[in-house]
């Protein structure tokens, strides 16, 4: 009988060293003082993964690992800038250099894209969403210029907070009441209240009206009220008065935080799409991004457009030289 006490006494322990084991193994945030999750301090989205699926990445969102071996070299060649043959004077080499160092890993997965559904990792524009994609826009009327192009929106402005490839570090700040995100590109901050209706019949805004609430671990945030009729936020996402984002932020590393986040909005979707994307941990610094609200280049692009509109009697000899070049922008 004292061997079967013996052998009991160390399945016992083994049972109980493997459930502190597995407790250990359980990450667990650094905590604000009110208890909460830290989700403070500075973080780079910068990756190989992009928002969309490359078409010539195989393997659906967890890729081949041959294929995403050349996908990557491919890459490397260009500081993680997929490339194209448009591409004709080096710009993407010379001016975006901050894509991250690899595909990003999830749940210790390589991505293929951020998006996660539909499963072709791509945005899912409705008709009316792929014509406003692809719309030029007039050149005189600035109201019809990409919000890009304008300073007004960019891909880390306002939520979802997408990746670029430059300008890729944000700051996060936790209080008790509020979360705070202040992006590199545009310089532009969001002040997100915790736990609150909201103001009521907040005027829209670029960024949108946001709210945000704890569910456990995770910070959840809502947004929408955002202003202007839709417009291209960055190409291939279009925003509109009636769209609506989840976001969710959940830190699962002491140098990560998961993102994951929903986009909703009928005039311009086929569906609602999700996506989730990797938050790292950076010493940044972050830079001043000198984008101008109007642009200064919008006065030549006007300039010249409505030189086109005039009679024959009415233009000068010759259009200037910077007029040109920024009409054909």
Not at 22 to 34: K, L, M
Not at 150 to 163: D, E, I, N, W, Y
Not at 248 to 269: C, G, H, K, N, Q
């Amino acid at each position: 009988m004292g061997w079967m006490r013996r052998v009991g006494l160390a399945a016992g322990a083994a049972g109980w060293v493997l459930a502190l084991g597995a407790q250990a193994g359980e990450y667990r945030a650094p905590r604000t003082p009110d208890g909460r999750p830290d989700l403070g301090g500075l973080w780079d989205n910068g990756s190989y993964t992009k928002l969309q699926r490359p078409k010539e990445l195989k393997g659906g969102l967890v890729p081949d690992p041959a294929a995403a071996k050349a996908w990557s070299e491919k890459v490397a060649k260009h500081r993680g800038v997929n490339v194209g043959p448009e591409d004709t004077i080096g710009q993407n080499d010379s001016e975006f250099p901050e894509s991250g160092d690899g595909l990003a890993r999830i749940r210790g997965q390589l991505r293929s894209s951020w998006i996660v559904s539909p499963a072709d990792g791509r945005v899912p524009l409705s008709p009316a969403g792929k014509v406003l994609n692809e719309a030029k826009g007039t050149y005189d009327n600035p109201e019809e210029r990409p919000g890009l192009e304008r300073c007004v929106t960019s891909a880390g402005s306002s939520a979802p907070l997408l990746s670029a490839q430059d300008a890729n570090v944000f700051q996060f700040l936790l209080t008790r009441d509020h979360f705070v995100v202040v992006s590199e590109k545009n310089h532009d901050v969001r002040i997100i209240p915790i736990g609150a209706a909201g103001p009521a019949k907040a005027p829209p805004t670029w960024t949108g009206n946001s709210v945000g609430r704890w569910e456990g671990e995770t910070l959840v945030v809502e947004t929408d009220g955002f202003r202007g009729a839709p417009m291209v936020r960055v190409l291939g996402v279009l925003q509109s008065p009636a769209s609506r984002v989840v976001e969710r932020f959940s830190r699962t590393a002491a140098d990560e935080i998961l993102y994951e986040f929903s986009v909703t909005d009928p005039t311009v979707y086929a569906q609602t799409w999700r996506a989730e994307m990797l938050f790292k941990a950076t010493k940044g610094p972050q830079y001043e991004y000198a984008c101008h609200e109007g642009n200064y280049s919008i006065v030549s692009i006007l300039a010249a457009a409505r030189q086109g509109h005039q009679t024959d009697d009415a233009k000068p000899a010759a259009a200037p030289a910077v007029a040109v070049a920024a009409a054909g922008k």
